[in-house]
């Protein structure tokens, strides 16, 4: 587990010697830690949803140290995406509409659909019959 974790901090470093890099590549070894340990130690079964919205969640405030130029400004994103610098909605616009309706749509091909998995999955040929 250690391991893991030092790989995913070298990644950071990676990226760039700063800060915002570093606390980007810990954060997602320690996610990467405790979900391994979560599996191999407890077994609390999530249901799938709540697991998409967990993991959702969690890369979005990991990717805010990637994103952002400085510590203050990430900061300043993080407090801002729990409401600590009240709200704004004056931001609402046509485009944020269609933005927020392309959302919706691609959730729904995605959880509604069948993927091209399981597609291929259950496709059977049938060899037997002839082409004349």
Known sequence: MVITFLVFVIAGIWHGPTWGYIIFGS??????V????????F???LNKYI???ITFNFVNFAN???RSQNLEMAFNVLK???GLNGYDFTFLSNQSVITVLVIITSFSVCLLFKNTNFLI??????????ID
């Open 121 to 130: 999955e259950k496709f059977k040929p049938d060899t037997k019959s002839k």
């Open 64 to 66: 805010v140290f990637f």
């Open 43 to 45: 077994k609390i079964n």
């Open 51 to 53: 697991s998409w919205l």
């Open 27 to 32: 954060l997602h070894g320690l996610g990467l």
């Open 80 to 82: 801002s995406m729990i």
């Open 34 to 41: 405790i979900n391994h340990t979560h599996r191999n130690f």
